[in-house]
């Protein structure tokens, strides 16, 4: 089934402390999105999509891949901005879902998430982990039966839904046509007044369509880059590597 991949890079990053958009700093030479770029292709995606916004020429001179682009010229959220790349998204076969500041992410892992995808007739994947502290990460919500119900933001988490250890890596596989369908389900309806993309999964999830997670074998490979501690951190990861 053919993959294709859209990648979100249209955040300015104020925490890095730079005026640089946050997916163009580097490490060991190379740019942020380069890396989940080629994860991305390493898990087999044969297209790919790199959302832009906040300085988006400098974004585009950072890539060195084949790439597509879209543009978010405004920041209403991650639903948002998978939403600009719905002609590229189409409505055959499956998309990966990737952050342009998670560097960390392997081509391995994403490999595992498409076996496990397909294997489990999923029209919607998401890679989680199972973490001592969840604080500032969605959580997500399952029955008493351990099936998936929902994912929820922390500012949204109320009572138990704090309580739960697994969160969402921001990290996704769609079946592109359960994706594209889902798009019109999401709404503003929130603490931050933006789309929510875990908003889908209940969308797809409603229409009888199976929804599921897979957690991460290696945390760190979620980590995402948000200040230059972090950026100095997932450096000496990479040089470990």
């Given at each position: 089934m053919n993959i294709?991949?859209?990648?979100?890079?249209a955040g300015k990053g104020t925490r890095m402390k730079s005026d640089l958009p946050k997916v163009v700093h580097q490490i060991q030479g190379k740019p942020l999105v380069e890396y989940v770029i080629e994860a991305s292709m390493e898990a087999g995606a044969v297209e790919i999509c790199v959302v832009v916004g906040y300085q988006a020429d400098v974004v585009k001179?950072?890539?060195?891949?084949?790439?597509?682009?879209?543009?978010q010229y405004e920041q209403l959220g991650t639903g948002h901005a998978v939403m600009q790349a719905a002609d590229f998204i189409g409505n055959d076969g499956?998309?990966?879902?990737?952050c342009g500041d998670t560097p960390l992410i392997t081509?391995?892992?994403?490999r595992k998430l498409v076996e496990f995808h397909m294997k489990s007739g999923n029209a919607a994947s998401v890679l989680t982990a199972m973490v001592d502290d969840p604080t500032g990460y969605g959580r997500i919500i399952r029955?008493?039966?351990?099936k998936f119900v929902k994912n929820v933001e922390q500012k949204d988490a109320v009572g138990n839904e704090l309580l739960s250890k697994e969160i969402?890596?921001?990290m996704y596989l769609f079946n592109s046509e359960a994706l594209q369908d889902a798009f019109g389900k999401m709404t503003l309806n929130n603490s931050q007044g933006e789309y929510y993309l875990p908003d889908?999964?209940?969308?797809?999830?409603?229409?009888g369509l199976l929804v599921d997670t897979l957690p991460i074998d290696i945390y760190e490979e979620m980590l995402g880059v948000n200040t230059p501690e972090q950026l100095e951190e997932a450096n000496q990861i990479i040089?470990?590597?």
């Open positions: 294709k991949a859209v990648i979100l890079a001179e950072s890539i060195h891949h084949k790439v597509v682009y879209v543009n499956m998309v990966i879902v990737l081509g391995n892992t994403l029955d008493e039966n351990g969402n890596s921001g889908t999964l209940v969308a797809i999830k409603e229409k040089i470990k590597r």
